[in-house]
């Protein structure tokens, strides 16, 4: 039985050319047994009717805040605060710019902010307009306040364009939807997400994620905050470009993503393991944390208080799982990625790491505990890599992770053609 079964579900259809695709969510979720009340901006009137939107929920479909007949029957704040579940739906730049900064100027965004319910949005806008700042620092903000994203996707757009800002699929929210009302905080990808051009089909993509755990003891170890979000995502975008993918996992707090084959591994020393059995393989990519040190000889039995005083703990330098397979002269992948974790000189820091591990590209991040990026949902980056004899830098925008994974794909696959060609 679906968990949408006896479910309340507020839609609110936002104007843009892939509202038509919200009529087929409300058919979905009344086949799954849930209840659903519309509400459609005056924008989404343009692309579909609230007589269809009728038809298809069989309730009232409320379009105006200042209707006295919609506010005697239920007034406004009586619909959001009804639902289990609100679900905007195509989520334009418009209104997600009004729910970023709280505006209330009609009857969707009135509800948006009156609610105490969760929210899931399914964005889709242009690219460009998806990729603006103004965009990113809105979703930013909505993703600090709780708000579930669904998509977009990378995609074919109605303007004619491909990228990011296409909207995913009825059945995909409808998997969003239910998940969140199973108390989901982060809405994995898509199955189906980007439907990339299969640019990686025949290709092997090998893909480290999440942090270490080097043992003290049996109870004890250390580690870092990595979640190895950026990783899974990452992983799933070279899946979607049509990648066989082997993510080799440290010990993280999240489900395996979806038909990925993921190794799990406590250790760097059994993380660099899993990783020469894997290959051979054509792009390396080194996004874990690995604990830099482990303990030299960790206790067989949990170390006691008292007895000898405060325990020194006599560490060892852990291999280098990236340098090792960027030094490799044979079996070495085409493409050898690492990430920097830096709190400073982010850029001069990545250079230096660059040349020392040996790797073909950089991907620097700050980790400065003010950022939020470690642990958190969204990641900016700045890609460092080499020309000949010059290094060049590029910065991106703020984006959730899992765009800056399909991103990053689009960009070592052209990478990987410029190198094998
Ligand atoms: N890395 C690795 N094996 C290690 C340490 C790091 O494969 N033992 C990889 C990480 O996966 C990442 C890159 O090296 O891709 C850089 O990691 P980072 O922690 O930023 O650099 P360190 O080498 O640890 O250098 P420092 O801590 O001095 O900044």
New binding site residues.
Partial sequence: MSTLSGRRILLVIGGGIAAFKALDLIRRMRERGASVHVVLTEAAQHFVTPLSAAALSGTKVFTDLFSLTDEAEMGHIELSRAADLIVVVPATADLLAKMAHGLADDLASTLLLATDKRILVAPAMNLRMWLHPATQRNLAALRADGTLFCGPVDGDMACGEYGPGRMSEPLEIVAAIEAALAGATVIPLPHSAPKGPGALVGKKVVV?CGPTHEPIDPVRYIANRSSGRQGQAIAQAAAAAGAEVVLISGPVNLPDPPHIETLHVET?QE??QAVESALPADIF????????WRVATASEHKIKKGGDGVPTLALV?????????AGRTEGRPSLV??????TENVVE?AEK?LA??G?DL??ANDVRPESGIMGGDSNAVTLVGRAGHETWHETWPRASKGEVGHRLIAHLVALLKEKTA
């Fill in positions: 480290t760097a993380m660099l990519i080194a996004a874990a944390a690995v604990a830099d330098e852990n291999p280098d799982i990236l340098a090792t397979i990625i690492g990430f920097a974790a830096e820091n790491k020392r591990k790797c950089v991907v």
